[in-house]
């Protein structure tokens, strides 16, 4: 069935690869963003051009739109932004899905020794910091953590949305991948340079970009609410993707075990102190199966080599 869908951001990484599975499926798409980015899509998409941290340009932008039938939310970072979500489009949509990643639950989980399922995070307890100045760009990325936790909070005690949020595995992605972080290993096992690491056991979960946006399709046709992990089957620490690399390349690999923070200099991307991987069950159980890094993880080491070329 179509569904008229708005994607809050949509014009970068899985954003826009969501928005052209979108479409491919017959929906009709609108982006809302600043408009500072170009997007591909032409006349196949509406367009508002609207700051989502502005709640009375956003009031303005949607006051005479009767509603959605599902809303991504690529954008939400902070209480605010959650606020602002639930009294725009409090009893004008159907179906909300907020992006979130599991880096952000670490600090809640401790040292775990197997994956987190959503009810080992008690998001109703976090509290809601009025004061902070979380817009402020200076403050983006020190704030992104607590910020995405207290949106959750937010909009869990509003109750005005019908709201799923995705915790999400970490990304990777061949050469649209702007945090460079699996670039950072391939670049150190084509210059024959070391890895130092600090857990070889410290696997955290991760997903290609193609997967989380299948999940992200999937979940805004269903209608179960609440926290959903999202996590491909086969994790992997810092030490085990340096590996991999070298393997996928056909490359011998030095390792270089530290114990100290002294020692160590800046860790590499994934370097965690303790595990952080998903437990992926109530997907599952939902009726999503996700599948296993095997199955793209090489492919995607290989595009970043011919970058590296």
């Known amino acids: 069935m179509r569904k008229n869908i708005l994607v809050i951001g949509g014009t970068r990484y899985f954003g826009k690869l969501l928005v052209q ?13 600043r408009g ?45 932004d ?57 403050l983006a990325c020190e704030s992104y953590v607590m910020g995405k936790l207290q949106a959750e909070a937010y909009f869990y005690r509003d109750g ?58 999937w979940t805004g046709m269903q209608d179960f609410t609440g926290p959903v992990n999202a996590a491909c089957d086969g994790a992997l620490s810092a030490f085990d993707l340096y590996q991999r690399v070298g393997m996928a390349l056909d490359e011998p690999v030095k390792a270089i075990p530290v114990k100290h923070a002294a020692e160590a200099g800046q860790l590499s991307p994934f370097d965690l102190p303790s595990q952080l991987m998903a437990d992926t069950s109530r997907a599952t159980q939902l009726g999503y199966r996700f599948g296993h890094s095997d199955h793209w993880l090489d492919n995607l080491i290989r595009q970043h080599d011919l970058a590296f070329v």
């Open 21 to 33: 599975r979108l479409l491919q499926a017959g929906h009709s798409v609108t982006i809302a963003t």
């Open 36 to 80: 500072l980015a170009s997007d591909p899509f032409g006349d196949r998409i509406s367009r508002i051009r609207v700051d989502r941290r502005n709640e009375s340009a956003m009031r303005a932008a949607f006051a005479n739109i009767p509603g959605y039938d599902i809303v991504y939310d690529q954008m939400c970072y902070n209480p605010i």
């Open 82 to 138: 959650a606020a602002i979500s639930a009294r725009v489009f409090g009893g004008k949509v159907k179906r909300y899905v907020m992006a979130s990643a599991i880096d952000v639950y670490r600090p809640l989980l401790g040292s775990q020794d197997a994956p987190f399922a959503e009810s080992a995070i008690n998001v109703l307890a976090q509290p809601i910091d009025t004061r902070y100045p979380w817009h402020d760009p200076n």
């Open 160 to 217: 005005s949305l019908p709201v799923v949020t995705v915790r999400i595995g970490h990304v990777l992605a061949g050469a649209e991948d702007f945090t460079g972080r699996l670039a950072h290993y391939v670049d150190l096992v084509r210059s024959g340079a070391p890895l130092r690491y600090s857990n070889a056991a410290a696997a955290s979960s991760f997903m290609s970009v193609q997967t989380v946006t299948d999940f992200l399709v």
